[in-house]
Each structure stands twice: as structure tokens, then as C-alpha cells.
């Protein structure tokens, strides 16, 4: 690149006169020079590009293109719009005012009901009953069968969790290749054995047996032990959580193998076996550290 020829800084030129200056600029096809305005020459209005830009076959196709969306739009069949409303999280009143606005704009399919929502829970509602303040599944088989799935209860996790407010127990597929399914969930009742023993009973664990995942407050009510600070608070082992001289010197632990009531803080009959108790990843990362 010659800058004498070729930048065009170099080849405009600036000229002093005294405290006078004036720039004799380049004559280069890519710019355009300023001129002087009056009120005999206006100051010019740049129409001629958007004109070019106008007529190029490249706006002419792109504009021909978005005519066609709007022309022919995509219209929303059922399944669609479910997996939207299920997407947005949105609820029956806000799920059918979305699809009547949608209806509004004529942006659903013919055969698509706006009102599908306000009965979408009829098909499961029959496997679910309420007792007091537990809202239960009353047949599981049932439910996986109007799911359309295979029932295998070695494939599934039961996760209990609580609160002050609330406990909910669900099932979870092994491998998380499968959704969740909800099987019961409480309201105002206190984090308790017997709280645990009735929500047991009412999903009918005793005939599938299924494998528990739990934090170690419910692990410890679901196997009789007394809660609060203990001094045999495991329910793998006889950890003694008093002897605090030997907490980093012995390593092994005697095994808890008898839930005796009244012995080694074992106050309740144990609702389940140690051996279907599974620890989540984070509860054991707690306790080694």
C-alpha cells in the first residue's frame, strides 16, 4: 500500500494562511466531499441508498420471504401448546387465557380447545384421594397404566422431603430417564414418626418396597430413632457422638444390627430397613467432610 497514493489523509492536502486554514480534500470515488450551504443550496437528503438498498434482489428475496411467514403462519396444534403451557409453568386460568388469545389472533389449529385445560387432571384425578390434610395415589399400577408406561417398582426411588409446611413424597426413575411422579403431599403437619408412619400406610409401601432417598432427618424418622441431639444418632452404625476423643482416632464402628426399642436411641419400631435407604451425593459428601 503507497500512502502518497492510496490513504487518502496523504493525499488531501491542508493549507495554512496566516491563522487561516483551509483542506483541499482528495477526489476519491468511495467519499464524498463536503459542500458548502446556503440558503441557496440546502443541505442534502441521503434517499438514493436506501432506494439502491431497496431495489436489490437481496432485500427484494428477504421481503418476499417474511411476507410468506406472515402470510402463511405457523399454527399451534394441541400438543404444541401443551408443551408451551407446560413450559411457562402456567396454571388453568392463565393456560386457557393464553389459548383464547392465541384464538384471537387465529394462531391455533382447527380442533385445538381452548377450554381443554379446565379438565386436562380428570383422567389422573381418580387415582388420587384426600384424607385430612394428605392428598395420596390410591393406585399406583393404575397410574402408570393410564401413563401408558410399564410398572417395574425396582426402577423407581422414593424421595421424601419436609418442611414446617408441607412433606411430599415422590418417585424418582433410576437414571433420570423418566419424569417424576408425585404420590403424595401434606399440608400443616409436623415433621414426625407418626406423620411418616401414616404416609407410608396410605401409599401402600408394603407392596412395592421401594428404595428411600432422604436427608438424614427423615432417614432417622422413618427408622425409629430419637430425635434431637443423641448419642446414637446413625442408623448404619453405633457412632458414639460423645466420645469426641476418639472421633478422629477409632474409624470403625460397631454395626447397628438390632433396632431394639428403648436401647441405643431406638424409641419407634422401624417403618422400613436400613438395607432400602439410599444416601443422596450430598448428604454423603457432608459427612466425610
Known sequence: MCHTLDCYFCVSHIKLCG??????????????????????????????MERKVNKSPESKQSYSSNEQLMKDPKLFEQPDLNDLVRDLGLGKEQAELLASRLQ????????????????RNKRFSQYYSKQENVCYCNNIKGLFAEFGEKYDPNEWRLFIDSNKLSLKAVLLHQGNNKSSI??????????????????????NYKDHEW????????????????????????????WD???????YVQKNWPDRENFTIGQDNVKYKPLISK??????PLHIKLGLF
Open 19 to 48: 491563522r487561516h486554514r483551509t483542506i483541499e480534500y482528495a477526489k476519491v470515488s468511495s467519499i464524498t466531499q463536503p459542500l458548502p450551504h446556503s440558503s441557496e443550496v440546502p443541505y442534502p437528503v441521503f434517499t438514493e
Open 104 to 119: 384471537e389472533r387465529n394462531l391455533l389449529a382447527q380442533g385445538v380447545k381452548v377450554t381443554y385445560y379446565r379438565e
Open 182 to 203: 408425585p404420590l403424595a403431599y401434606a399440608v400443616n403437619m409436623k415433621e414426625s414418626y407418626e406423620t411418616m408412619a401414616t404416609l407410608l400406610k396410605l401409599i
Open 211 to 238: 428404595k428411600i432417598s432422604a436427608d438424614l432427618k427423615v432417614i432417622a424418622m422413618v427408622t425409629g430413632l430419637q430425635q434431637g441431639y443423641t448419642k446414637y444418632c446413625c442408623f448404619l452404625c453405633k
Open 241 to 247: 457422638s460423645r466420645a469426641r476423643d476418639e472421633h
Open 275 to 280: 438395607n432400602k435407604i439410599i444416601l443422596p
